[in-house]
């Protein structure tokens, strides 16, 4: 078989181009590293640095409020998405987010994704603002600068994972601007197990900064009015039915469901803290209920689901109201 000469067909001057020979790792230079925690960093790391940082109180404090097992941290999504949710929810509330813009991407993402219809605030920072304090210098200014009393009653700032481990320093943020509130909260991914916790952080701090604004003096109230009767305050995020189902199930005992908590107004705040009692629905609210504790509320554990388990939650309403058992009885049996 006689040989044949091939040949290459050419369409541009793509083949002409020189190939420059690549190096080695080991002669390109090391770049120096930043001072800053980088979100790569691993929980055990980010802990470590927000200690060093000073957070250690904080860390505590969650660690002592949600008890983490082996298998008590499941792969979910960044636990701040719940805190995120409840600003967003409330009317009148700015939310302001300060961490990795990819963190801040994904969620406000998945918040717009959930339906919110507002803007999500963000500080964007490097390595240099990081370490030399200037983040929390432009988290202050931005604050100054959303905080229009026409617009919000309250501006809510969240430290993320890379923020929280490197100390930013959220409490020295002023209380109020212009007459709004300014609440600043930390909800680190390896701090909060997960986003059902960080909506606890937020209701929380928002209740102790409700409760020191009613010791101060008087506060507004309820757009619809104060109750005319007793109220129990519900606990958890509910479906809209849910506190009229509620209720109903209150009105033979001569009570009145009051706010839920989550609140979705500052005010609904203050008519909670006013409550006769307080109905935990979800178990893990426990920053929440130590507010109310403090402003000496009895709580109900559980929920009204099932015939047995509305008979006890019924009854144990009853008992931290003074109620007669003939009238508990009634209430059970309708």
């Known amino acids: 078989m006689p040989d044949r000469t091939g040949y290459e067909v050419g369409y541009d001057d793509a083949g002409d181009v020189q190939i420059i020979e690549g190096a080695s790792r080991e002669d390109v230079p090391e770049l120096a590293g930043g001072d800053g925690m980088g979100c790569h960093a691993g ?16 860390l505590d404090q969650y660690a002592a409020d949600y008890p983490q097992g082996p ?8 636990p701040a998405f719940g805190s995120l949710r409840v600003g967003l929810r409330m009317c009148r509330t700015a939310t302001v987010l300060s961490g ?5 991407y994904g969620l406000t993402f998945v918040s717009h994704f959930y339906g919110a219809r507002r803007s999500v605030g963000y500080v964007p920072f490097n390595s240099e603002t990081l370490v030399t304090g200037k983040l929390f210098e432009d988290i202050r200014e931005a604050v100054h600068d959303l905080a229009d009393p026409a617009l919000y009653d309250s501006i809510v700032v969240t430290n993320l994972c890379v923020p929280t481990a490197s100390g930013v320093p959220l409490r020295l ?36 900064y409700a409760r020191k604004e009613i010791e101060a003096g008087p506060v507004q109230a309820p757009a619809g009015g104060k109750s005319d009767r007793p109220t129990v305050t519900m606990l958890g995020e509910m479906f809209p039915a849910d506190p009229m189902v509620i209720g109903q199930m209150l009105e033979p005992l001569g ?14 705040l203050y008519a909670a803290l006013d409550c006769g009692a307080v109905a935990a629905i979800h178990p893990f609210y426990t920053a929440s209920m130590r507010e109310f504790t403090a402003a000496g509320r009895p709580i109900i554990g559980s929920a009204p689901v099932g015939a047995d388990g509305v008979a006890n939650w019924l009854s144990d309403i009853g008992n931290a109201f003074n109620i007669s058992a003939d009238k508990i009885g009634q209430a059970q049996n309708m």
């Open 100 to 104: 990795s813009a990819c963190c801040v």
């Open 43 to 58: 929980a055990g790391e980010m802990e470590a640095a927000a200690r060093a940082a000073g957070k250690s109180d904080i």
């Open 71 to 78: 298998h008590d941290k499941p792969q979910s999504m960044c």
């Open 255 to 268: 009570l009145a469901a009051g706010p839920v908590i989550p609140a979705r107004e500052w005010r609904e």
């Open 173 to 208: 943020l002023p209380d109020e601007i212009n007459g709004v509130r300014i609440v600043g909260i930390d909800v680190p991914g390896f701090g909060i197990p997960t986003h059902a916790e960080a909506k606890d952080v937020l209701a929380g701090a928002m209740l102790n």
